[in-house]
């Protein structure tokens, strides 16, 4: 059956297919004229191509910067207001019995409400296991079709619903702020490739641009793993909508539809698995890109732009850090001009900094990974390579990432 691409992402391919395939031409014209006929001045192209990335990504760059330290500067979690008595916890799987387990197991005994909904049958100590029966039916796929089973059959008289990825240890937990979403931290713990687990210590330099997202009329993204939705704004919003990254499009829709939305970011902590493996991690970028562009569409015009300017930046980031940096720091000519040069390696000192911000983030225990510093620009491809395949080859379903367990 062949599947079926939303014009949006059939624009993104093309566009950046296109641009990829003749930066691609232009180097290997330059490289060895004699491939090349001499139609176009392929070093002007070149240089064209260059330039444009290299803006795209100083652009996306300086909306971080102004994200995260002008309108997110001063920002602090609220006092908690909503202790464990006032959660119902839902944990989703497929059929991870064992990874669950360890999950519940790390949850605070002052949980009294634990759920696992799943799509097989399995034992959980210490929860009451759902199995979304087969014949349930609705516009949501996978994970939200799950979640969405959840909310119509499960009663609920608590003032939220935390929902945890399966792996989603609960490290630290002192209570939810008073919002109709609430977002917690992230801190994904090691499980295998070390370059994967690098690329999301990279992940949480980028997304301390999170600070800001409460003062967003739309939060930016969210992330499923650890998240805690008011229940009654759970009903009037639904998850009941068909998309890749159901987490993502809720918050969106309940910015749109509630009024006065409010989302803030918790000081609770969830210690999730990074991706085992360098597949993983692309199929898990993948999916991120190209469920957040298609689910941009029923955003304003300028929220829209900007999802898709920042995708695009994030796809060609390998450029930079790659072709015009090393080029730049050999002395070769690129761009044509010193303003290129140095701007290109403001960008790369930026990855650093987004590299090195992360493993701040983690705390003192991580901090001999700042020997690590001199792969950021390897870690940047692996954290953005994804992105590229995500747009190059959207999935056509939503794909769970392996676990280690």
Not at 83 to 93: A, C, E, F, K, S
Request: proline share 5%; charged share 20%; glycine share 8%.
């Amino acid at each position: 059956m062949a599947r079926h691409v939303p014009v949006v992402m059939r624009a993104e391919r093309i566009t950046l297919a296109g641009a990829g395939g003749l930066l691609v031409a232009a180097a290997l014209a330059i490289a060895v004229p004699s491939l090349a006929p001499g139609v176009v001045d392929w070093r002007d192209v070149f240089a064209a191509l260059l330039w444009a990335t290299t803006g795209l990504f100083t652009v996306t760059a300086l909306a971080w910067v102004a994200l995260t330290y002008v309108v997110g500067t001063g920002y602090e979690s609220p006092t908690p207001e909503h202790g464990p008595d006032d959660v119902q916890v839902r944990i989703l799987t497929v059929d991870a019995e064992s990874v669950v387990q360890a999950t519940v197991d790390s949850l605070d005994g002052r949980f009294d409400d634990v759920h696992v909904v799943a799509e097989e049958a399995m034992t959980v100590d210490g929860a009451t296991v759902h199995v979304v029966p087969d014949g349930f039916e609705c516009d949501a796929v996978r994970k939200g079709r799950a979640i969405e089973w959840a909310r119509r059959a499960l009663d609920c008289e608590r003032e939220f619903v935390l929902y945890l990825d399966e792996d989603s240890h609960l490290a630290s937990f002192d209570g939810l702020p008073d919002a109709d979403v609430v977002q917690l931290r992230e801190r994904p713990r090691r499980t295998g490739s070390f370059l994967s687990y690098l690329a999301d210590v990279y992940r949480m330099g980028v997304q301390i641009e999170q600070r800001a997202f409460a003062r967003l009329s739309v939060p930016l993204f969210a992330w499923g793993g650890g998240i805690a939705v008011r229940s009654r704004v759970e009903d009037e919003v639904t998850w009941d909508r068909e998309t890749l990254v159901e987490d993502t499009a809720f918050v969106w829709a309940a910015a749109r539809q509630c009024e006065d939305f409010t989302f803030e970011l918790a000081t609770a902590v969830c210690r999730n698995e990074a991706p085992p493996s360098l597949h993983e991690i692309v199929q898990q970028r993948r999916r991120w890109a190209a469920g957040n562009v298609r689910a941009a569409t029923e955003l304003p015009a300028g929220y829209q732009a900007l999802v898709r300017v920042r995708n695009y930046a994030w796809a060609l980031s390998p450029v930079v850090t790659l072709v015009v940096v090393p080029l730049s720091l050999l002395g070769v000519a690129v761009g044509g001009s010193a303003l290129f040069g140095a701007l290109s390696l403001l960008l790369a000192l930026l990855t650093v900094f987004w590299y090195l911000r992360g493993v701040v983030y983690y705390g003192p225990d991580e901090l001999p990974w700042v020997a690590a510093a001199p792969l950021a620009p390897l870690i940047t491809v692996v954290h953005s390579l994804g992105t590229v395949v995500g747009i190059l080859d959207p999935p056509g379903e939503f794909r769970v990432t392996k676990k280690a367990g």
